[in-house]
Each structure stands twice: as C-alpha cells, then as structure tokens.
C-alpha cells in the first residue's frame, strides 16, 4: 500500500480479487460523491479488478452473512485488518488508529503493461478522508528513503525500489510510476477504462448488485507479453495473435447468505450451439457415491486433438511438435493422434476416503473407439513399469490397470467403465451443488470429506494456522463449477457453499 511493500500488497489485492474476483459497480469516494475506480484506470488496461470491503448499499446484509461465516463477527474489519497487514511495510500502522479512519469501501487493482519479468500496475484505496489517508502514508514512510517528485500537479513519493505512491482524487494510489502516472492522466482528462467501447459492451451492467468484479483484456495481455519477446518473436507473435479472435473476460462475485458465487464469461464470444451442457459430461454422475473429488471433463481426446493440430500447423513450432510425436511412436509404439487422442472421449476422476489408510482415488475413460482404447491401456503398465524406476508399480486389470507407489495404501485405478457401487449424482450434496450451478457440474468437492483428509494430514499436526481457521474452514459445504447458459452468453460459475 504505502511503500517497498506495494508488491506484496499488489499480490495480497490480487489474490483476494482472484478468491472473491472483487468489485461492485460504484465505491466510496469523498467531495462531490461516490467515485468509481474504474473511472481512474487507464482506457488501455490489460487487467482490473475490484473489492468491496464494505458494501453499502443493499449487498451488504449478503456480504455480512457470508464473510461471516468464513471470516468471523465483523468481516469488515478482519478484511481491513489482514489489508493494513499486508500493505504496510514499517509495521507501524495499525488498522483501528491509522487506516480505518480513511479507508473507503474499495480496494482496486490495475495493470498496464506485462513484460517477461516485470510489468506496470497500480493499487486503489477509496479514501473517505484524504488528509488521514496521508498521514499513515507519512507514518508508514518515517525513516525510509524516498524521492518526491510531481506529476500534472499531483505530488507523490518514489521508493529506492521504483514504486511510487500518491493520493488521486480520493483514492491512494501504489504502483509503478508509468501506471501512477497513467491513473492521474486518466483523473485529469476524464479518458478512462470506464469509458471505453470495449468496457461498456464487454462489462456493462454485469457488476451490478454484487460485490466484485474483474475484467481481463486476454488479447490485450498476449500481446504486451509478446513485445517483451526477443528477436523475430516479438515481431511473428503479435501478427498471429491479431488473427485469434480473443474477447475479454469478465468475472463477477455474489456473496449471499448460503454461498459465494462466481461468474465469469467472455461477452462477444459466439455461445456453444451444442449448450451448457458440452462443457460437462455425465460421467460424473456415475463416479463412486463417496467420492470428495469428483470431475469430468467431456470428448478430452478431441480437444487435445484439436490442439495438437493446430501446434501441427504452426510454422513456428510445427517441426518440433513432429518430432516429439516421432519420438513417442519410437519409445512407446503408440501413435499419438491414432492410438491415444482419437480412443479417448470423456474422462473422469476422482478421489475417496478420508484417512490416510482409507484414500484412494482413479480415472475413468469412455472412449468413441473402445477396442483401441483397450489395445492401448493394456500396453501402458508395461511402459510405466520401464520407465518408472521402481517408483511405482503399475499391473493390468479387467477393462484398465492399476498404479500403486510405495507409500500408497490403495492404487490408483484407471479404468474403462465407471463403478456401480452407488452414483455421486443420486447424493443429497451433488443435487445441491447441481441446482447451485443450474446445471450438471464439472467440478464437484465434499469439502467436509476432504477437510477431513486435511486435517489428519501429518503436515497439518503443527500447523497453528490451519488448526486455527479449521472452525471457519468447517463452514465450507461444497466446491462445484460448471457452465450455465445466462442471456444467451456462456458463463463458466463456480460455487462455495457455506453452512
């Protein structure tokens, strides 16, 4: 927030924006009104994204219920406290006395530019009292070298390390210098992300009545990636991603009084003729009745067929994927694309038990060819066995093998049919996690079952910082994600359930 400790907050932000995807619509400002930090951020962002931590309006009873649940009494000020926590760098500042006193509803997160090993990006503090929001600025920096410098009149301050950090209308600002001073610009002359064409059609009324909002320009990232590349890179990568047809995305964050839900959706790109329902596969629904992990993935053979064609056809790379593919028939006798890529359809996994002695876990395989799909699997334990230095030991079974290492109590099972010993989808938890998503899960965690696991772990004995968030980790339901159909766009949602 304030000083060498911006990249740390950044990250913090960033990771909290990325576990909330964060923002609402509007946030706390101060003088005329509310602001809107997005109205700050440069109309060229790669990347932004914001969090309420105090909603006001009418998602705060919502927001108060959930967090609750996972944070304790008070979310509030837990979030403000891990914030101060984070941000600072002299460990001086105290949340009650030094921040709270100034700190808006919002915390925001803007990037500029990426490169190879670095980038340009900024954080935004809504500040409803900028005077106090310069004072732990100040205290914060007591007795750490820095550089003042001015920028179309606003004063800021520039570490030894290169971040700066400044107050823009009402909001504190951290960051890199080129993304400090492209948030002033965008103060000053009203040109901003919010402004933008590509923000209202891609972002528009979405972020409205809910507590966070991210938006990613993908195009847009590659290719400032790619003008970090060396040589004749730099110059053929831009040209072949200017014919991808890469839209934004946009995530957003529900918290309501029985979950925390996520949507996120790339508006422009043409919806899936086939439905939500290609986005997951049925196979789940017949995995083992006990399962705490579950996931299934619809026709994976013809996806990575689709990739590998287009790396066959790529004349950067193209050679190099032939030759790895060459190599493969030479070492194994199986050809990729026939063998392996057009015998695989959906597949699933999964994972049981709740103890050390009692997990185990397997595949299942459905396949649109399933005598190539047999000849294949029963040459694969002969191929791990070779090559797996006695790290593990895989033997052939009825319809698959199995693969056991060491310190396994039970193998892994990879099969070509699923068990009938009970369905996951006949369970009173998956028919919620289900009608939670409002369609057939790709996803789905028993996260008591594995919470449990967790908790049992060796790892975990010693760990006082797990034993003391196991009580709010307990209000964890479920984890489900999948793909519903929302006003004709395709939105990939995930869910956390909550007791």
Avoid at 283 to 307: C, F, K, N, R
Avoid at 373 to 379: D, E, G, I, V
Avoid at 448 to 472: C, E, G, I, M, V
Wanted: proline fraction near 6%; hydrophobic fraction near 45%.
């Amino acid at each position: 927030m304030y000083v060498v400790g911006v990249k740390r907050a950044f990250l913090a932000c960033a990771v909290a924006v990325l576990v909330a995807v964060s923002g609402c619509g509007s946030v706390a400002g101060t003088g005329a009104g509310t602001i809107d930090p997005a109205t700050l951020a440069p109309p060229g962002a790669l990347a932004y994204a914001t969090f309420q931590v105090a909603p006001q309006g009418p998602e705060k009873a919502n927001f108060d219920a959930a967090f609750s649940k996972l944070l304790g009494a008070d979310p509030e000020t837990k979030l403000g406290q891990a914030f101060t926590k984070a941000a600072q760098t002299s460990g001086k500042l105290d949340y009650q006395a030094d921040v709270k006193p100034w700190l808006g509803d919002s915390i925001s997160v803007v990037v500029t530019r990426v490169g190879l090993h670095d980038g340009d990006f900024a954080m935004l503090v809504a500040s409803t009292d900028d005077a106090k929001a310069q004072a732990a600025i100040d205290k914060d920096l007591a007795g750490v070298h820095t550089d003042s410098r001015s920028y179309r009149d606003v004063s800021y301050e520039v570490l030894d390390d290169g971040t700066v950090n400044g107050i823009v209308s009402h909001f504190l600002v951290a960051g890199t210098e080129p993304a400090f001073k492209a948030v002033v610009d965008a103060s000053k002359d009203g040109n901003s992300l919010a402004g933008s064409d590509q923000w209202k059609k891609t972002v528009g009324d979405r972020a409205n009545g809910k507590v966070g909002l991210a938006y990613v320009d993908a195009k847009g990232l590659l290719q400032s990636l790619a003008s970090n590349l060396p040589g004749m890179q730099r110059v053929t990568t831009p040209l072949l991603l200017g014919l991808l047809q890469l839209h934004p995305f946009v995530a957003t964050l529900d918290a309501k009084p029985d979950s925390l839900v996520v949507d996120a959706s790339s508006p422009g790109t043409p919806a899936d003729p086939r439905g939500p329902g290609a986005a997951s596969s049925p196979l789940i629904e017949s995995l083992p009745t006990g399962s705490w992990l579950a996931a299934a993935m619809p026709d994976v053979g013809q996806a990575l067929g689709t990739i590998a064609g287009a790396l066959q056809a790529n004349p950067l790379i193209g050679g190099t994927y032939a030759h790895v593919v060459d190599q493969i028939r030479a070492r194994t006798g199986l050809d990729l694309d026939k063998d392996v890529l057009a015998a695989v359809g959906d597949v699933g996994v999964y994972v049981q038990g709740t103890t050390l002695r009692t997990v185990r876990g397997g595949a299942v395989i459905e396949s649109p060819k399933p005598a190539t799909l047999a000849r294949t699997l029963r040459r694969v334990p002969a191929l791990i066995n070779r090559n797996a230095d006695g790290h593990v030991v895989a033997a052939a079974r009825v319809g698959g093998f199995d693969v056991k290492g060491r310190r396994m109590a039970h193998p892994f099972q990879v099969r070509r049919a699923p068990h009938m010993s009970g369905k996951l989808g006949q369970t009173d938890l998956f028919k919620k996690a289900a009608a939670a998503i409002g369609e057939r899960p790709t996803l789905f965690v028993d996260f008591a079952k594995a919470l449990a696991l967790a908790a049992r772990s060796p790892h975990h004995s010693s760990d006082a910082d797990f034993k003391q968030a196991l009580p709010r980790l307990r209000r964890i339901e479920f984890v489900a994600a999948g793909a519903r159909r929302d006003g004709g766009l395709d939105v990939l949602r995930g869910v956390l359930g909550l007791r």
